[in-house]
T-cell receptor, first 110, second 114 residues
C-alpha cells in the first residue's frame, strides 16, 4: 500500500464547476500536510498548507481529518488556469521526510 | 532572485557512466533534498540534508551519493548510471526541516540513460 494515495483522475470539469480531491495517508505519525500544484513538465509549487481546523485561500479550501487520515482539497468556481496536477504531500519521520502522492490530474474546459 | 538552480536541464548518458547533478540555493535554507519523478509514481525522496555536513537517505537512495559541504550547494552523484535511473530529478529546499515548512523546487533535470 502506498503511504499517500490519491485518485489519479483525470477530472474533466467545465469552467465554474466545483471539484474535490481526496487523499489518504497511512502513517499516523505524519506531522504536516500540504497541497502542491504541478503544471505539465514544470516543478511542483506550494498551493497551500493543510491544518486540522481547515483553511481557505480564495477559491481553495483544504481539510484534514487526522482520525481518518484523510486530506481534501476543494476548488470552487474552476478556471481554465486551474488545469494542472494536484499533489497531496505529507511530512513524516519527525518532519524530515516528505512523501508525495502520485497526483490527481485536473482539466478545466471552456 | 534565483531561488533553487539546477544544472543541467537535460542530459543523456550511457549505461555505466557517472555524472553529478548540481543544485544551488541562494535563500540560506538549511534543508535541501533530491527527488526523482517517474510517470504514475509521484516524487520520491532520494537523499536529504538538514544542514552543511549532514545528509541522510530517503526512500530510494541506492545508486546515488550526496554531500553538503556548504549551505548553498547539494550535488547528487550517479555512480554508475543504469537505465532504471532515467527520470526527472528535482532539487528542493526549505528554511528548515522538521515539518511545517513548504519546499521550493528547482526547474528539474531530465536525465535519460541509454
Amino acid at each position: 500500500r502506498k503511504e499517500v494515495e490519491q485518485d489519479p483522475g483525470p477530472f474533466n470539469v467545465p469552467e465554474g464547476a466545483t471539484v474535490a480531491f481526496n487523499c489518504t495517508y497511512s502513517n499516523s505519525a505524519s506531522q504536516s500536510f500540504f497541497w502542491y500544484r504541478q503544471d505539465c513538465r514544470k516543478e511542483p509549487k506550494l498551493l497551500m498548507s493543510v491544518y486540522s481546523s481547515g483553511n481557505e485561500d480564495g477559491r481553495f479550501t483544504a481539510q484534514l481529518n487526522r482520525a481518518s487520515q484523510y486530506i481534501s482539497l476543494l476548488i470552487r468556481d474552476s478556471k481554465l488556469s486551474d488545469s494542472a496536477t494536484y499533489l497531496c504531500v505529507v511530512n513524516v519521520g519527525g518532519g524530515f521526510k516528505t512523501i508525495f502522492g502520485a497526483g490527481t490530474r485536473l482539466f478545466v474546459k471552456a | 532572485n534565483a531561488g533553487v538552480t539546477q544544472t543541467p536541464k537535460f542530459q543523456v548518458l550511457k549505461t555505466g557512466q557517472s555524472m553529478t547533478l548540481q543544485c544551488a540555493q541562494d535563500m540560506n535554507h538549511e534543508y535541501m533534498s533530491w527527488y526523482r519523478q517517474d510517470p504514475g509514481m509521484g516524487l520520491r525522496l532520494i537523499h536529504y540534508s538538514v544542514g552543511a555536513g549532514i545528509t541522510d537517505q530517503g526512500e530510494v537512495p541506492n545508486g546515488y551519493n550526496v554531500s553538503r559541504s556548504t549551505t548553498e550547494d547539494f550535488p547528487l552523484r550517479l555512480l554508475s548510471a543504469a537505465p532504471s535511473q532515467t527520470s526527472v530529478y528535482f532539487c528542493a529546499s526549505s528554511l528548515k526541516g522538521g515539518g511545517g515548512q513548504p519546499q521550493h523546487f528547482g526547474d528539474g533535470t531530465r536525465l535519460s540513460i541509454l
